[in-house]
């Protein structure tokens, strides 16, 4: 009595997945909840549970009052962004750095969200990086993706 979710090859389920269901099922994502406030229809502004606005694909077509839950996957972060591009930038606090040779997996506190994950090269940024300190994140809108909210 299954459904099928969504049909694709892995990296377009990973890169791009339709519902909240797909993006939880393969791979990591960070995830945050919140509620539409504004759409033009390929994206929106979304205010999250913790009162910051996200600006993300709108992917499932929510309109202004919808639930939504954002999917961001972690190698798409970036910590102390430079740049006009990236449109999302939060305040952070790292929690945890696990060495993993090639990258640092780092757990950062972001916007009420304790396990919110990074992978940070090792010989860039990641060996600036101290538990305790605090970093800004951020994210391009076209990395963001507004999904449908899961009960």
Known sequence: DGAIQQ???????????????VAQFIGENNKFRGTITYTNGSTCKVKLDSGEVITALNVVGGASGTRSMLSIRPESIEINPNGEEIENRLDAQVKELIFLGDHLRARLSV??????????RHKGLGT???????????????????LDAPQ
């Open 128 to 146: 600036s990086l101290k538990q305790g300190g605090k970093v800004k994140v951020g994210w391009q809108a076209t990395d963001c993706r507004a």
């Open 111 to 120: 916007a009420g969200n304790d396990d919110f994950i990074v992978k940070v």
């Open 7 to 21: 049909l694709s090859s892995a990296e377009e389920l990973y890169d791009q997945p339709k519902n909240s269901f």
